[in-house]
T-cell receptor
């Protein structure tokens, strides 16, 4: 089992609140990712990082922001939560696989967010 | 447009039976294809990974096949168990960027009944 953790696992919050979803990994991986997943739908990349002080936006437009001050920590922040942000948020990190076979991503358990 | 399509969308089988899940993709260029298992309320866990030159890969009761010519993959589950109930996601990676962009299917929701 991968050593990647997310907190909280579940969060119910009112519109307009600021929230931070935590993600930590103890595997020393440089690359980390945030995905958004709605029920029955594919994962969408919203942010990624190649290492400390490196962050990029993913494919899905998101009003969230991320930071990468330490290798092991990649928090995601919503400054003002809205009902449209209700979703599952998955954090992942990756390591280089054996030559030619790409990278393997390890996923955290996810945070289920409900914005009322 | 790069896409990954999975079928069926959902599947119910009895414990002990075999099943096969399908994945068709249009991702190009192609680097590798992974199958992930995602239990309800959990993050995906990698089952197999195959590159262009590999056409079959096994992991216990899970056997994945890849036909890079027809851009199809399948995941065969043998002697299903209740714990196999999960969503199975096909993920294809391209070689077009340093990120090795991943394209996710929507998954097949498998339910195994006793």
């Amino acid at each position: 089992e991968a050593d990647i953790y997310q907190t909280p696992r579940y969060l119910v919050i009112g519109t307009g609140k600021k929230i931070t979803l935590e993600c930590s990994q103890t595997m020393g991986h440089d690359k980390m990712y945030w995905y958004q997943q709605d029920p029955g739908m594919e994962l969408h990349l919203i942010h990624y990082s190649y290492g400390v002080n490196s962050t990029e936006k993913g494919d899905l437009s998101s009003e969230s922001t991320v930071s990468r001050i330490r290798t092991e920590h990649f928090p995601l922040t919503l400054e003002s939560a809205r009902p449209s942000h209700t979703s599952q948020y998955l954090c992942a990190s990756s390591e280089k696989a054996p030559s030619g076979s790409g990278e393997t991503q390890y996923f955290g358990p996810g945070t289920r967010l409900l914005v009322l | 447009k790069n896409q990954v399509e999975q079928s069926p969308q959902s599947l119910i089988i009895l414990e002990g039976k075999n099943c096969t899940l399908q994945c068709n993709y249009t991702v190009s260029p192609f680097s590798n294809l992974r199958w992930y298992k995602q239990d309800t309320g959990r993050g995906p866990v990698s089952l197999t990974i195959m590159t262009f030159s590999e056409n079959t890969k096994s992991n216990g009761r899970y056997t994945a096949t890849l036909d890079a010519d027809t851009k199809q993959s399948s995941l065969h589950i043998t002697a299903s168990q209740l714990s196999d109930s999960a969503s199975y996601i096909c993920v294809v990676s391209d070689r077009g960027s340093t990120l090795g962009r991943l394209y996710f299917g929507r998954g097949t929701q498998l339910t195994v009944w006793p």
